[in-house]
């Protein structure tokens, strides 16, 4: 009887063994997955939230100026604003990632047992993960054709995260960016020379 009991405690540890070496890399993979979606959506909701709050026009982020013959001459972003905005996405960008708790994600058994033919099958099992995260964000410009004799001005924010992602058993760190349009100005005619970016000329 003991001896039967002691073979039946060395399969169940070897089980236990074999499944957590299979379950490890297979959670970590889905979760980081979803992890980075759950991120970038909560980043691009945060911002856009902020921006409607806010409700700034792009004419408040971006003065135009003119030469006498009305063809635009250099455009000047305000620092003010833009240096007030990146520190309010900032903040309340990374204390949204921290309020991605225990949320579920479902592995499959298929996933688990591995191979193209059980991938995606079968009844999942869920895991709960939760995230926390150092943001940065930072504005960008750039200049794109707007069609015949146009240029289009956009002025975007970039969020990048390095998200920590803790699930059972296991957690790893993940890199995540997404980039939001808040403004764009179109130009009609030839490019300006000297275009003001964050109150400086583009060729200083």
Known sequence: MAKIIFILLIAVIITIIFLEIRL???IRAVASVQAQSFAIVTINETVTDILDE???SEEELETVNTSSDGTISSIRTNTILTNRLKNLITTRTQDAL???????VDV???TIIGGELFNGVGPAIPVYISVSGTV???FE??????GI???VHKLSVRISAEINIIMPMTSC???VETTVLVGETVIVGETPDGILMHGQTADS
């Open 54 to 56: 806010m409700n700034i």
């Open 98 to 104: 921290s309020n991605i708790q225990r949320k579920r």
């Open 108 to 110: 499959p058994i298929g």
């Open 173 to 175: 760190t993940e890199r």
């Open 136 to 138: 940065n964000s930072d």
């Open 141 to 146: 410009e750039e200049f794109q054709s707007g």
């Open 149 to 151: 004799n146009q240029t």
């Open 24 to 26: 490890k890399p297979v």
